[in-house]
T-cell receptor, first 119, second 112 residues
Framework: GAVVSQHPSWVICKSGTSVKIECRSL??????MFWYRQFPKQSLMLMAT?????????EQGVEKDKFLINHASLTLSTLTVTSAHPEDSSFYIC???????????????FGPGTRLTVL | GDSVTQMEGPVTLSEEAFLTINCTYT??????LFWYVQYPGEGLQLLLK?????DKGSNKGFEATYRKETTSFHLEKGSVQVSDSAVYFC???????????FGSGTRLQVQP
């Protein structure tokens, strides 16, 4: 149980185009999902916290108009990179925190990540 | 906000060697503490966790004890295997934002 999927697993796009990445919790509901960015051989940087039915909370330095987040249901959050540029190329990872279940206290389940390459 | 310091890698060990990966943190209050592992080409997986002081988390032969007095959560394994080769991340849970703060990650390479 507690599986999180991401789609697509990798995407290549031209500079100036927009790319949407989906994050789904497959067998549990998640009121809160998180979006991270991971640079090669580096740690995960939290970009934003996605809350179902409300606006996302962005970390300092993350452009909310560039990285649009929508959390329309308890099992789906999307990250749209708008007008992508080569510097947006990275590995984007989402995670989901179960809405219920004491055994999951504080725990997040991670998706496999999406590698974005902007040409 | 919270911060985490992990020992830098890569850590290279021979099979059956003893492993310690140090982790210290700064946080407001007493956060829950997690170790996540990222195997090559895969997503992060929870390895173990501890939710209060003196708790010991354990899984797959790995252990870590929540030390409030030293704000540490060092990861140990008595006998590593080649299959343990991965990147290990220490992460306290920010009690305010309910978000994880990740350390820089420590790459472990186990040689046969």
């Amino acid at each position: 149980g507690a599986v999180v999927s991401q789609h697509p697993s990798w995407v290549i796009c031209k500079s100036g185009t927009s790319v949407k990445i989906e994050c789904r919790s497959l067998d549990f509901q998640a009121t809160t999902m998180f979006w991270y960015r991971q640079f090669p051989k580096q740690s995960l940087m939290l970009m934003a916290t996605s809350n179902e039915g409300s606006k996302a909370t962005y970390e300092q330095g993350v452009e909310k108009d560039k990285f649009l987040i929508n959390h329309a249901s308890l099992t789906l959050s999307t990250l749209t990179v708008t007008s992508a540029h080569p510097e947006d190329s990275s590995f984007y990872i989402c995670s989901a925190r179960p809405s219920s279940g004491l055994q999951y206290f504080g725990e997040q389940f991670f998706g496999p990540g999406t590698r974005l390459t902007v040409l | 906000g919270d911060s985490v310091t992990q020992m830098e890698g890569p850590v290279t060990l021979s099979e059956e060697a003893f492993l310690t990966i140090n982790c210290t943190y700064t946080a407001t209050g007493y956060p829950s503490l997690f170790w996540y592992v990222q195997y090559p080409g895969e997503g992060l997986q929870l390895l173990l966790k501890a939710t209060k002081a003196d708790d010991k988390g354990s899984n797959k032969g790995f252990e870590a004890t929540y030390r409030k007095e030293t704000t540490s959560f060092h990861l140990e394994k008595g006998s590593v295997q080649v299959s343990d080769s991965a990147v290990y991340f220490c992460a306290p849970l920010d009690t305010g934002r309910r978000a994880l703060t990740f350390g820089s990650g420590t790459r472990l390479q186990v040689q046969p």
